[in-house]
């Protein structure tokens, strides 16, 4: 898959869905077995109303339900780390008529979460993936910080004292810190902000070494050099910002990216999934769709997946994000 960061304009939220409503996508007519599907589909977002899978989500569900011919219902199910609405579409009935779209936590938790009573690889499949974001890490301009080089024989000789935010503890970005320390054989400080707006001016004003932020938060302040990206995770440089390397390129073999997708519960049949995952490529085709999701913070998913190759990767990335959380020792109680 490639992966390319566009250039990123600020639109509200409301402009991004309402542009949904202008979204012309013909209906294909062809239906699964059985005639699936008959009546309304619900997907579950266990995320707040606003968020980057619930903004996705319902700037999808314009396109789709005219290709499907039924009404699309978004419900969002904040709770638990995103783990409360995800259980609740892991044990619906496998009919096609409950879906999830969620974020890459989800390929994080079952490495993390020791209060989970149900496995996200075993209970879920996936339908499409909808989006990526990939990850920077950045520094103040000020940073004697010039490279990853830099960056990395710090924490080999400092240890601890190197500092660096994420959004959260466990989230991708914490992992990818992590990873960072088991590189460098020192387990750097995590110090998990809430949000960016918390972030920034701690690593403004130097109290933080460096962070580590999604694309979609950090792109304005490399933009306008106010910040410095010295890593970009993901398979392929950034086209915005080319002389970024790639966090292999700089020496720490992991390309796993943030993503959001579309999961259904593991019993449902692969002919419906097959009609899901055709009707969200049919919508991620349609350019004004691209458009928007980039507006909207995220990177659409060119050349898309089908079904089965989704769910391949979604299980190499459990793998992937487990193997650094092993390492690390990162437990969520």
Same mark, same amino acid.
């Given at each position: +898959?490639?992966? *390319?960061?566009?250039?990123? %304009?600020?639109?509200?939220? %409301?402009?991004?869905?309402?542009?949904?409503?202008?979204?012309?996508?013909?209906?294909?007519?062809?239906?699964?077995?059985?005639?699936?599907?008959?009546?309304?589909?619900?997907?579950?977002?266990?995320?707040?109303?606003?968020?980057?899978?619930? #903004?996705?989500?319902?700037? @999808?569900?314009?396109?789709?339900?005219?290709? @499907?011919?039924?009404?699309?219902?978004?419900?969002?199910?904040?709770?638990?780390?995103?783990?409360?609405?995800?259980?609740?579409?892991?044990?619906?009935?496998?009919?096609?008529?409950?879906?999830?779209?969620?974020?890459?936590?989800?390929?994080? $938790?079952?490495?993390?979460?020791?209060?989970?009573?149900?496995?996200?690889?075993?209970?879920?499949?996936? =339908?499409?993936?909808?989006?990526?974001?990939?990850?920077?890490?950045? #520094?103040?301009?000020?940073?004697?910080?010039?490279?990853?080089?830099?960056? +990395?024989?710090?924490?080999?000789?400092?240890?601890?004292?190197?500092?660096?935010?994420?959004?959260?503890?466990?989230?991708?970005?914490?992992?990818?810190?992590?990873?960072?320390? =088991?590189?460098?054989?020192?387990?750097?400080?995590?110090?998990?902000?809430?949000? =960016?707006?918390?972030? +920034?001016?701690?690593?403004?004003?130097?109290? @933080?070494?460096?962070? #580590?932020?999604?694309?979609?938060?950090?792109?304005?302040?490399? $933009?306008?050099?106010?910040?410095?990206?010295?890593?970009?995770?993901?398979?392929?440089?950034?086209?915005?910002?080319?002389?970024?390397?790639?966090?292999?390129? !700089?020496?720490?073999?992991? &390309?796993? /990216?943030?993503?959001?997708?579309?999961?259904?519960?593991?019993?449902?049949?692969?002919?419906? /999934? !097959?009609?899901?995952?055709?009707?969200? *490529? $049919?919508?991620?085709?349609?350019?004004?769709?691209?458009?928007?999701? %980039?507006?909207?913070?995220?990177?659409?998913?060119?050349?898309?997946? &089908?079904?089965?190759?989704?769910?391949?990767?979604?299980?190499?990335?459990?793998?992937?994000?487990?193997?650094?959380?092993?390492?690390?020792? #990162?437990?969520?109680?």
């Amino acid at each position: +898959m490639t992966v *390319v960061l566009p250039r990123v %304009r600020c639109l509200s939220r %409301r402009t991004v869905l309402g542009a949904a409503a202008g979204f012309a996508l013909p209906a294909s007519g062809a239906r699964a077995q059985g005639g699936y599907p008959t009546r309304p589909i619900r997907i579950v977002v266990p995320w707040a109303s606003g968020g980057g899978p619930d #903004v996705i989500g319902r700037l @999808l569900a314009e396109p789709m339900q005219k290709d @499907l011919g039924q009404p699309i219902m978004i419900d969002n199910r904040p709770g638990g780390g995103s783990m409360m609405g995800s259980e609740m579409v892991a044990r619906a009935a496998p009919d096609g008529y409950t879906l999830l779209l969620t974020a890459g936590a989800l390929a994080v $938790a079952p490495s993390v979460r020791r209060d989970l009573t149900w496995d996200p690889v075993r209970d879920l499949v996936g =339908v499409a993936l909808v989006a990526v974001v990939p990850l920077f890490v950045i #520094v103040r301009p000020e940073s004697p910080f010039k490279s990853m080089a830099d960056l +990395m024989a710090a924490a080999r000789q400092r240890g601890g004292a190197v500092t660096y935010a994420t959004s959260g503890i466990a989230s991708p970005p914490h992992l990818i810190g992590e990873r960072l320390s =088991v590189e460098a054989g020192q387990r750097m400080t995590h110090v998990p902000y809430r949000g =960016v707006a918390q972030t +920034m001016p701690d690593l403004l004003a130097g109290t @933080l070494d460096f962070a #580590v932020l999604d694309a979609v938060s950090a792109s304005p302040y490399i $933009a306008t050099n106010r910040l410095r990206a010295l890593a970009i995770n993901g398979t392929q440089r950034s086209p915005t910002f080319p002389d970024v390397p790639t966090l292999r390129e !700089a020496g720490v073999p992991f &390309d796993a /990216v943030g993503w959001h997708a579309a999961f259904a519960p593991a019993a449902t049949p692969e002919a419906i /999934v !097959a009609r899901l995952n055709a009707a969200f *490529v $049919a919508a991620l085709a349609l350019p004004q769709v691209q458009e928007s999701i %980039r507006a909207a913070g995220s990177l659409p998913v060119t050349p898309p997946l &089908d079904f089965k190759a989704w769910t391949a990767r979604f299980r190499r990335e459990v793998g992937a994000w487990g193997e650094v959380a092993r390492a690390a020792n #990162v437990q969520v109680e």
